[in-house]
């Protein structure tokens, strides 16, 4: 399945009193377009931790990104974050963080433009992640303002007169019945011909007046949007389109800075078999229009003869490196260089072309620099604001009752008007998953968005998941400690343990056979309603011990005091993750295959 | 100020020794009635009867199968071994006895005192031990929990969820009491931990003989660990039974939903889940009748509809500007609930014309599929120039046993009363 989403050696850490604190350490994941992918493991594990930094939520200092990559839709999330935070070690305790406030700023500028529209998260407590003094449905709203600005000013531009079709609409919101069908009735005819909602369910309701009478009122609500409105959509509009571009341009250059590690592990005959049979790399040397890749004779030559050596590429060299990439498209590689369009042959290197920039245009960024500084003052001043932004979240109100439909809240006008605090849990959680698809995401993060929840109401958040999955298609990276869930929902689980991923396998293998004595411990772990063999009283299989303070990790691999496997290689050298079948991947002394000759769980 | 009923006309025996499992979704009123048992909190009514002789029981159940309703005039038996009318003095000196294990660990143990002087407490404050015997007592008592004497001069926020947990356990324990309340004592606790805490739990019973009643929302640990379960919904008992018996044959349509809301850990299974539509009722007004038919899949007509069920489609359907159907009335002015009555009226009086209409339209509706609402009215009537939708009486289903010592209180199964129409 082609991945939307890779993450490679992903590292976070924070600072603390006690000294530096790896919360996750070294992470690869992969997430395919409209899969769902599991992270199950205990708490204090890192499975929020890797889905913030993916998020780039971290607060930054006391945490820090320290390294790794996250491919998603053709750019590195993380480019040019080693500049953001800069670590200056101290003779005495933790080194000392130093954020440099213009690259933050640049780099949360630049993830504003991915998040929610390309991927969104719904946070474990949703009363604790709406904000209790606004409504629910302007909390929706903003969202949609933020990500679908250029459509809703679309569509404040295409306000027109009420057609008979339109009249016919409302003559039949008028008569139907059932309240779930009037709402469905005036959502769409709010939507096609540019009204509230809410006014369109005023006049409905005023039944003093005759239905003729109410056309006729309907009529004077509809219309073309005021001259000032229309100026400032189209200013909103096109100020939207530069800035997207803006970043676009900035960040491709800098993912293509990054692609060098990407390159390294392309080449690298242990991570991908595809290398196997071409010459070592020696060097990369990513440059503006073209990563360069230096190669080596042969592996046995040493790295001092890189300098005055090296091979020189030839027009196989430069086929296979070609093949190379052909083949990987649609994997993990493929998302990493999919911006690359040709493969050249240079007098030392095999350079992988990108696509030329455009010239720089003076003019088209002087605009750009003097809108955005006009929009800035002009929401500077609270009343402006209001004036303006007004008709703007008018229009995003048919979008946040769609919303509030998608996920099956009852009678989402009136949910529209109230506070968080008037719903219950179940429903805050269905307005933060409404909030998470605002933008139309191809991820969405769900970090434990069912633990706060009584079952029955999980049960139905579950559904709805399920429910959405198929409607929307977008991936879901579900955390979560119940393997129970898990087992209801997922495709693909990952384990994690102590800040690191120990096994990632398609969810029927996972639990017909789990490798990692940490997925065994788990699953042996689990109270269930269906109980195996299991007579009811009788003691319940534990995994001894605590997850490790992560302060100060174990030797080796991070379970082995808690393992009943564990041997002595498992406290001196640290497992790395390998595929023992294909599809699955273990980090486990006891499934490499050069030792093979320990004994099997 | 409106009156809330978190817990109403619940009957529950514990025998000793055992463990008896009290299951419901959050607002229940299971934490209440946990409570209760142990005097936190004063019932408004009703008593609380502790540590009666077995052949006293008997009779004490036959006299509350007599004369139930009459809670004014407790007999001399139940006063004898009342404890909700005990002085404050006599029931402190039953406390030791009685014991709370709560929620949360992060919250339920002092954050200033040292473990020492947490697990000492209650020994001191019961006036059970000198402070001397009480620490020697106390660390003990931490190592029969599984922790060790180092332990002893931390303060809480050192240990992780399990190990305070076990802290909160061992303080519950070490007054050598008879009986614990463990009020949800795992949730806050991942699935490891959580089995290491369960098997810590039975070990402790087996050895001295406890008594436990487990209030959690989780049924898989209810199956692990409990005899018997009560089902608790809005307040209500509406199922009781041995385990097994529960597990394997559940009755009650909520509990059928909530057996079928949790979750498999096993992806090849895939089972038919039963999907409860709305949300629990808000227990200031709770809906009348079965408390659970607004919900209920196998809801009958007798089930306890009333007029509030259907006010807000009445303000449609026999409105004849929304609907055509209802053009031949005049503008409709006002939707009144009386008792069991909904009341229609109308800008002029109503004739009979008007009133053979509306019983048409509530004919029409009570054939569509979710009509059962509508099935439950009675008799259209007029009644001084408006026009009345008569309801069955509601009436709340009993608590009665259908088989050996399966109570539930539902109108699906035979043994329960069905109610009649209004006197």
Same mark, same amino acid.
């Given at each position: 399945m082609e991945p939307i989403l890779v993450v490679r050696g992903l590292k976070t850490e924070f600072t603390t009193s006690r000294g530096l604190l790896r919360?996750?350490?070294?992470v690869d994941l992969d997430v395919g377009k409209g899969e769902v992918l599991g992270i199950v493991g205990e /708490?204090?594990?890192g499975k929020t931790v890797t889905a913030l930094s993916i998020m780039y939520l971290i607060t930054q200092p006391p945490g820090r990104i320290a390294g790794g990559q996250i491919w998603f839709r053709g750019v590195n999330?993380?480019?040019?974050?080693?500049?953001?935070v800069r670590v200056r070690p101290r003779p005495k305790g933790p080194p000392k963080l130093i954020p440099s406030d213009s690259h933050l700023k640049r780099h949360r500028a630049r993830m504003n433009k991915v998040r929610g529209r390309g991927m969104s998260m719904v946070f474990q407590e949703p009363m604790s992640s709406?904000?209790?003094?606004?409504?629910v449905g302007y909390q929706v709203a903003e969202v949609i303002m933020f990500q679908r600005r250029q459509e809703l000013c679309d569509r404040i531009l295409s306000h027109r007169s009420l057609t008979a079709e339109d009249r016919d609409l409302f003559r039949q919101a008028i008569v139907t019945l059932d309240p779930a069908e009037r709402d469905r009735i005036v959502a769409g005819l709010s939507a096609r011909a540019g009204l509230r909602a809410d006014k369109v369910n005023a006049l409905i309701d005023?039944?003093?007046?005759s239905i003729d009478e109410r056309i006729q009122r309907l009529e004077r609500l509809a219309g073309r949007p005021r001259r000032a409105d229309r100026w400032w959509a189209r200013f909103l509009k096109r100020l939207d389109a530069m800035e997207e571009a803006h970043v676009a341009r900035e960040w491709a250059r800098l993912s293509r800075q990054s692609l060098g590690q990407a390159a390294i592990d392309l080449f690298d005959p242990n991570k991908?078999?595809?290398?196997?049979?071409l010459p070592p790399l020696a060097s990369v040397s990513p440059r503006e229009e073209a990563l360069e890749l230096y190669f080596r004779?042969?592996?046995?030559?040493?790295?001092?003869?890189?300098?005055?050596?090296?091979l020189v590429p030839t027009e196989d060299l430069r086929a296979a490196v070609g093949d190379l990439l052909r083949t990987s498209a649609g994997g993990p590689f493929g998302v990493m260089f999919a911006d690359v369009t040709s493969v050249a042959r240079g007098e030392r290197a095999i350079e992988l072309r990108f696509p030329a920039r455009p010239p720089f245009a003076p003019g088209a960024e002087l605009d750009y620099l003097f809108r955005r500084g006009l929009y800035r003052f002009l929401l500077l001043l609270p009343i402006v604001r209001t004036l303006l932004m007004r008709p703007v979240e008018e229009e995003a109100r048919g979008y946040v009752l769609d919303l509030l439909r998608l996920v099956r809240i009852p009678e989402a006008m009136k949910v529209y008007g109230?506070?968080?605090?008037?719903? /219950?849990g179940g429903m805050q959680q269905r307005v933060m998953i409404a909030m998470a698809l605002a933008g139309e995401p191809a991820l969405m993060i769900a970090d434990?968005?069912?633990?706060?929840?009584?079952v029955t109401t999980q049960a139905q958040i579950l559904w709805l998941l399920k429910d959405l999955r198929k409607r929307i298609n977008a991936a879901i990276l579900y955390i979560t400690h119940d393997l129970a869930v898990i087992a209801e929902l997922s495709d693909r689980v990952a384990v994690m343990y102590a800040g690191k991923i120990v096994e990632d396998s398609p969810v029927a293998d996972l639990f017909r056979e789990p490798l990692h004595p940490y997925t065994q411990g788990l699953l042996e772990s689990i109270v269930s309603?269906? /109980?195996?063999?299991?007579?009811?009283?009788s003691p319940l299989p534990t995994i001894p011990g605590?997850?490790?303070?992560l302060l100060n990790p174990p030797s080796g691999c991070r379970f082995h005091p808690r393992?009943?496997?564990?041997?002595e290689r498992c406290r001196l050298e640290e497992p790395l993750l390998l595929?023992? /079948?294909?599809n699955r991947k273990v980090a486990c002394h006891l499934y490499d295959k050069e030792a093979a000759n320990v004994r099997a769980p | 100020m409106a009156k809330v009923?978190?817990?109403?006309s619940v009957d529950l025996a514990i025998h000793r020794g055992e463990t008896v499992a009290l299951v419901g979704e @959050?607002?229940?009123?299971k934490t209440t009635l946990g409570r209760l048992l142990l005097r936190l909190i004063e019932p408004t009514q009703g008593d609380v009867l502790y540590n009666i002789p077995e052949e006293e029981y008997e009779r004490i159940r036959g006299e509350r199968g007599s004369d @139930?309703? $009459?809670?004014g005039h407790a007999s001399d038996l139940v006063r004898r071994y009342?404890?909700?009318? =005990?002085?404050r003095r006599s029931m402190k000196s039953l406390r030791r006895f009685l014991q709370p294990v709560f929620q949360d660990p992060f919250t339920s =143990? $002092?954050?200033?005192?040292l473990i020492k002087d947490i697990l000492a407490e209650p020994l001191i404050v019961n006036g059970i031990a000198t402070r001397q015997e009480a620490y020697e007592l106390g660390a003990k008592q931490l190592q029969d929990v599984g922790?060790?004497?180092?332990?002893?001069?931390?303060?809480?926020?050192?240990?992780s969820g399990g190990q305070r947990q076990r802290i909160a356990i061992a303080r519950a324990l070490v007054s050598e009491p008879?009986?614990?309340?463990?009020?949800?004592?795992? @949730?806050?606790?991942?699935v490891s931990v959580q089995a290491q805490i369960l098997n810590l739990l039975q070990d402790i019973q087996q050895k001295q003989g406890l008594t436990y009643l487990l209030i959690t929302h989780n049924l898989s640990v209810v199956r692990h660990m409990a005899d018997r379960v009560a089902v608790m919904y809005l307040g209500r008992i509406v199922e009781r039974a041995p385990t097994a018996e529960l597990f394997a044959n559940p009755l009650h349509p909520y509990t059928k939903a909530l057996l079928s809301a949790i979750p498999v850990p096993d992806p090849s299974r895939r089972r038919e889940r039963i999907i409860l539509p709305g949300e629990v009722p808000s227990p200031i007004n709770p809906p009348s009748g079965c408390r659970f038919h607004t919900r209920?899949?196998?809801?009958?007509?007798?089930c306890g509809w009333s007029p509030r069920d259907i006010a807000t489609i009445a303000t449609h359907l026999f409105d004849p500007s929304r609907n055509p159907d209802a053009?031949?009335?005049?503008? =409709?002015e006002e939707v009144v609930i009386q008792g069991d009555r909904l009341l229609l009226e109308y800008h002029t009086p109503a004739t009979e014309e008007h009133r053979q209409r509306v019983e048409r339209l509530v004919k029409a509706r009570a054939?569509?599929?979710?009509g059962i609402r509508f099935r439950a009215i009675q008799q259209v009537a007029l009644d001084d120039g408006r026009i009345a939708l008569e309801f069955l009486h509601p009436m709340e289903p009993s608590l009665d046993?259908? @088989?050996?010592d399966h109570f539930v209180s539902c109108?699906?199964?035979?043994n329960s009363t069905v109610p009649g129409r209004p006197k």
């Open positions: 919360a996750v350490d070294g /708490s204090g594990c999330l993380l480019a040019g974050s080693e500049e953001d709406l904000n209790p003094v606004l409504r005023a039944s003093r007046l991908n078999t595809a290398a196997r049979g004779a042969s592996p046995d030559r040493g790295r001092e003869r890189e300098q005055e050596g090296g109230e506070y968080p605090h008037e719903l /219950s434990e968005p069912t633990t706060a929840l009584d309603t269906e /109980s195996r063999q299991l007579e009811p009283g605590v997850v490790p303070d393992c009943k496997f564990a041997f595929s023992p /079948s294909p | 009923h978190a817990v109403d @959050s607002g229940c009123g @139930s309703g $009459d809670d009342s404890m909700s009318r =005990l002085r =143990l $002092d954050p200033r005192m922790l060790r004497a180092e332990h002893l001069y931390r303060f809480p926020h050192e240990f008879e009986f614990l309340m463990l009020d949800e004592p795992t @949730s806050a606790l991942d209920c899949g196998f809801v009958l007509v007798h053009a031949d009335l005049t503008k =409709l054939d569509l599929p979710d046993e259908v @088989s050996n109108y699906l199964y035979p």
